[in-house]
């Protein structure tokens, strides 16, 4: 059954770092447009980043300047640096396959906390 793990997520004081990764169990990985999205309790889905099959970035304006997105195809993974962090972007992050603007898999999450 193909698959996306991420992994990395945890609790971090506000201006910290955190990287979090997603592997992907299949061997087509390198075909899908790879998106990162956040829900934080009361507040609708979020576009975070997106990287395309050929090195393509795309950000939300909120997160511009301090995160960063990459894949290795290789390993099948995917990347988000997270710099700067602020508690506003606390939320479970996950990661999605997608081709097109169609969502082909979605991973479980991973819970985000910025808190002092």
């Known amino acids: 059954q193909v698959q996306l793990v991420e992994s990395g997520g945890g609790l971090v004081q506000p201006g910290g770092s955190l990287r979090l990764s997603c592997a992907a169990s299949t061997s087509i990985f390198s075909i899908y447009t790879m998106g990162w999205y956040r829900q934080a309790p009361g507040k609708q889905r979020e576009l975070v980043a997106e990287i395309s099959s050929g090195g393509n970035t795309n950000y939300a304006d909120s997160v511009k300047g301090r995160f960063t997105t990459s894949r290795d195809n290789a390993k099948n993974t995917v990347y988000l640096q997270m710099n700067s962090l602020k508690p506003e972007d606390t939320a479970v992050y996950y990661c999605?396959?997608?081709?097109?603007?169609?969502?082909?898999?979605r991973g479980q999450g991973t819970q985000v906390t910025v808190s002092s």
């Open positions: 999605t396959a997608n081709i097109g603007t169609r969502e082909i898999l």
